[in-house]
């Protein structure tokens, strides 16, 4: 019979041979991978570098847009002021432009005009915007002029945005610029002008020129619909083009090509399409993108493969140790399970587990869950009948886990129950909880814990708050929201604290949720958390669910959440829900993503609407501009520079009421000032012109800050 010894040796021989040639396999392996991720990397930069110019390209799309609107004010209130303001604002508020303005049709302004239009621009000697005065409007011949017909014969519908070719300005600067331009329509739908955006792009032109992942990469840009290349890099003397030869037939190899082979050297391409439909390509010499990969790839297997070695060596030292101890060590672990089995099962029984525990009552539903993260937990929950009209509920959450923090979660429990029991009000209960538990607590250990005592005659709920997470009210009708209350100090710390009672209304349809912070604070395995957002999105999409079945739903999300990681802290919660019929709103609503595409889809929401209660025409052309208006705020600013979500609502009767909520930055579009239109128009503040009108259009506009999000509710009587 081998000796263990001999085996062991036999054992590392051939493990030391498999590891050879897995050190093999890898280093094929990970080359490969080195090189994908290589790839993907450039590819990264490319599309973060395409991100940027998007961004840019967007504002320039949305300012077209946006003027495309002023511009039929300006036309229907024939007033320069307007129009004036419009253009310089804009100017202002976007930097990278160089020129604004609106451009009408012949007659279409006045019956008597040919020629209207504004156009302001930033004077780069006097380093401010201005109106241009360097022509006449009704003398300058601008529809037979290539940018207005280009920009004009390519737009079919409302907010179609047109992008003229690039040029070189001639006006003194003599660098890259391009035009948008977007449609002015009338209220029947024709497009009587344009507005206008000048962009100059010679800092973007820079910066693709300096993107250099290796010594001899280069970039293209180019705008196809345009047959125009607007800037290559390549460096060879010998490969010189001058401006007017730059057209797409002039690059001497195919553009479209994932790769290909130029003057000798096989090139990889990295390809994006920009939002205006310029492409922009990265030619990088392939031999140049994995040099470095292979030669760190190699330097790496060596390395591993001697620090096996060594550890193989080790390994083989320790090995007669371990397997002694590890005898040892399962024999401890079987007593110490069994012994914990029997605590788990004390705990359980500590808590109420029958479900519905009292079925004689039929004012309300209750349930309640605790799952520890270890063999026992630190976590309780608990609910009794302080006399035939009161019914107490807690949770609490003891600072660690396993048998420490459950020793102490019984001791806590007992001495809440008992002293509330004893007639007191739920802020003397932990008062005198408090004390005692501060009383020999040598290892500093503490609780956090809510108490409430619901009245069910009245629907009063007193509650009592040390320092535990917020709960949620879900009133009848609506969605769950966070009761906003000023915690106590946690429990067992310091004495003679006082804590504080608070107090709300349960009335019949109201549900309330507690839970412990094992359920916010639940992790996956990239250590993200649940996160309260989470925990409220989950409650509203559960929100009808009765409560036996709410508390798995939620369960269920953790687990879907975590995806298998391990569960790091108890979770516990609890569920009480008031029975009675609940409410439902009248008011018609709509949620839409915050761009200026969902504009059409508002617009025939309202107006379907206000058709279906017959609104008088007039004042149904007055109530589409303050909505536009003020979802135009939302787009532009309300997530900028991220995007998100807008709900409208409409109600219609005596008086028509609009309600428009968003989750963006906090505005409060009423503390804005309205234009003081007495003072020169280069003297006036910047902003507020969108404003005033929908005050002048609406009877009463309201503005609150409310769970995070913007509310603004603006009535109307319907005459």
Known sequence: MYSLRLKILAITFVFMTLLGAAFVAYSMVTTAKYKQLRIESIGKTVALETEKINKLIGMVERGAISLSRDGLLYCESRSNEVAETSAMVFLHSFPVAVGAGFWFEPYAYDKNTIRAGIYAFFDKEKGEVRLDDTFIMAEYDYHNQNWYREVFDAIKKPYQVVWAKPYVDDTGSFSYMTTAGAGVFDQDDNLIGISTVDWEIEKVIAELSAMKPTENSFILLYAPEHDYIITDTY?????????????????????????????????????????????????????????????????????????????????????TKLIKAHTREREEKERIGTELNIAAEIQTMMLPSEF????????????????????????????????????????????????????????????????????????????????????????????????????????????????????????????????????????????????????????????????????????????????????????????????????????????????GAAQADDITMLAL????????????????????????????????????????????????????????????????PGTGNATIGINVGEEIMFRFEDSGNPFNPTEIPDPDFNKPLAEREIGGLGVFIVKQFMDKVYYSRFENKNILVMTKKNI
């Not at 067992?492 to 009335?507: C, R």
């Open 235 to 319: 460096e060879p003397k010998h490969y010189q083009r001058d401006i007017s030869d730059a057209i797409l037939d002039t690059i001497p190899w195919d553009t479209e090509a994932g790769s290909f082979v130029f003057e000798g050297v096989r090139y990889l391409s990295f390809s994006r399409t920009l939002d205006n439909n310029w492409l922009l390509n990265m030619e990088i010499p392939e031999n140049e993108i994995f040099a470095d990969v292979e030669k760190n790839n190699a330097r790496f297997s060596v390395i591993m493969a001697v620090s096996s070695v060594v550890m193989l060596c080790l390994a083989f030292v320790v090995n």
């Open 356 to 563: 519905p525990p009292f079925p004689d009552r039929s004012e309300f539903d209750i349930h309640a869950s605790m799952l520890p993260a270890k063999e026992v937990g630190g976590d309780f929950y608990d609910f009794f009948f302080m006399d035939d009209d009161t019914l107490a509920v807690v949770i609490a959450d003891v600072s660690g886990k396993g048998v420490p923090a459950a020793l102490f979660m019984a001791i806590a429990k007992t001495l809440i129950k008992n002293t509330a029991r004893s007639g007191k009000a739920p802020g003397e209960v932990f008062a005198i909880v408090n004390n005692i538990l501060c009383e020999n607590n040598e290892r500093g250990m503490f609780v956090t814990a809510f108490m409430g005592y619901y009245s069910i005659k009245s629907g009063s709920f007193v509650f009592v708050n040390a320092g535990h997470n917020p709960p949620l009210l879900k009133k009848a009708g609506s969605d769950y929201a966070f009761i906003k209350a000023k915690p106590g100090f946690i429990l067992g710390v310091m004495e003679d604290f006082m804590y504080n009672e608070e107090s709300i209304d349960l009335e019949p349809g109201d549900t309330l949720y507690l839970y412990t912070d094992g359920v916010t604070e639940a992790m996956n395995n990239d250590m993200a958390l649940f996160s309260e957002e989470r925990l409220l999105a989950v409650l509203n999409n559960n929100k009808d669910t009765p409560v036996e079945e709410l508390l798995s739903a939620i369960k269920q999300e953790i687990d879907s959440f975590t995806g």
């Open 577 to 640: 829900h008031v029975n009675g019929s609940e409410t439902t709103d009248s008011m018609k609503m709509i949620t839409v993503e915050a761009r200026i595409e969902s504009l059409h889809t508002i617009i025939d929401f309202v107006d379907t609407e206000l058709s279906r209660h017959d609104v008088a025409p007039p004042l149904k052309n007055q109530l589409d501009a303050a909505v536009e208006e003020v979802f135009s705020n939302i787009v532009n600013y309300a997530y900028k």
